[in-house]
């Protein structure tokens, strides 16, 4: 052996990369100038890509194994540098380490309530939250497209921009599908198979695979969410005297409680408060007395308004909407009870659906309503 074959011997490299779990997705191999000897070793690990770059050319991209660096392994980077020195003496090259193994738990998030319309519930707001897992599957395209001079590249300098990926395809997703929401939770799964979906070629241009997408928590507004608690308290209960009978009740007791305000508000509560108190004493269901001979006497009713073009009034009848009315309708409904102060009501410009007694436009008609019934008896002496 030659004095220069022994030279050469002694200074053969090791490539490669440790990873120390710091979350780095890439990281650039950190060499003097760049030179890597003829017959240096690169070692890449289970879960690592070697990407080799010459002069911001993509030459070689090495996957897991031991690879000594000679003019047969690397046809390409050969090509680029030119064979007249047949790498007899260093060449210069990039070593990029990729790291390929999955990196899961990265958290999703709509960062503002998406607006959408239901037939339930109406213009609504809908949050979600989730988790995805992402894996370099392309590392040239990966280099290509995020790496770039970068020394290393770190996971969280990326999860930023790929949630707002996964967002934007939900927001896009929800309103296309049209699950009602009051549904919407049980349609979780199917979902989120169909956003991963959507979102995946998104990834793809960076040379990323997104997988394990999931859809944790999907939530409606508190109002919207009370307004359910609402509905479904009426379905337990079953009988609808009974659930108005259990709101007067309700509205009582907030009426005495802000007795003191002495406002319009405390003795429109009060008043119906009372009214309704007298009908719970008399039961909702109570026969007249009648003669066992005599047969009831027949009293036909008019017949309940239609809802109208002109209408702009909606009101909640058992536990749906139904509408739109005009004032005339909405005045029939008041004095036959099917309107009341606890009613649910709304009409365009309305932010939300809100208890009568709460709008400024039907306070004088409950009140009118409510001037029928005597005042509450005076403290005894």
């Known amino acids: 052996m030659g004095f220069w074959d022994q030279v050469r011997g002694e200074f053969i490299d090791i490539v490669e990369w440790l990873d120390d ?18 017959g240096a070793q690169l070692l890449v690990r289970p879960g690592q890509a070697a990407v080799f770059v010459r002069e911001g050319v993509i030459a070689d991209v090495f996957g897991p194994g031991r690879t000594i660096l000679e003019t047969a392994n690397l ?21 990029i380490f990729v790291r390929t193994t999955r990196v899961t738990d990265l958290k999703w998030g709509t960062s503002n309530p998406v607006l959408l319309r239901d037939l339930d519930l109406g213009m609504a707001r809908l949050r979600a939250f989730g988790s995805f897992a992402i894996e370099v599957r392309d590392p040239r395209r990966f280099v290509e497209r995020l790496v770039g001079t970068d020394q290393q590249l770190h996971v969280d300098e990326l999860h930023d921009a790929l949630r707002q990926h996964v967002v934007a395809r939900f927001s896009d997703l929800a309103a296309e599908k049209q699950i009602p929401l009051l549904e919407i939770a049980a349609h979780a799964d199917e979902l989120a198979a169909e956003l991963e979906e959507r979102a995946r070629e998104s990834f793809r241009e960076y040379g990323l695979e997104l997988c394990e997408l999931r859809i944790e928590n999907l939530s409606l507004p508190p109002e919207v969410e009370r307004a359910i608690d609402e509905r479904a308290r009426m379905g337990a209960l079953g009988d609808l005297g009974a659930y108005q009978q259990m709101q007067a009740a309700d509205a009582m007791l907030a009426a005495a409680r802000n007795e003191a305000d002495g406002g319009a508000g405390s003795g429109l ?9 007298n009908q719970m004493a008399r039961g909702p269901m ?38 739109p009315y005009d004032e005339s309708a909405l005045r029939f409904f008041v004095e036959r009870g099917a309107l009341r ?14 208890p009568a007694s709460r709008v400024p436009e039907l306070q004088e008609l409950l009140l009118a309503n409510a001037g029928e019934l005597p005042p509450p008896l005076p403290p005894q002496a």
Request: glycine share 12%; net charge negative; proline share 10%.
């Open 21 to 38: 779990g710091s979350g780095a997705l890439a990281v650039r191999f950190e060499r003097h100038q760049n030179e890597i000897k003829n």
């Open 341 to 354: 102060a606890e009613s649910l009501v709304w009409m365009r410009g309305m932010a939300q659906w809100a």
């Open 269 to 277: 509560g009060m008043g119906l408060g009372f009214g309704l108190g």
């Open 75 to 95: 046809p390409i980077l050969s090509t680029l540098l030119g064979s007249k020195h047949g790498f007899e003496s260093p060449f210069k090259a990039e070593v």
């Open 286 to 323: 109570a026969p007249e007395a009648t003669d066992a001979n005599v047969p009831p006497r027949i009293v036909e009713e008019p017949p309940e308004p239609a809802p109208t073009r002109s209408g702009r009034w909606w009101i909640a009848r058992d536990g749906q909407p139904s509408g």
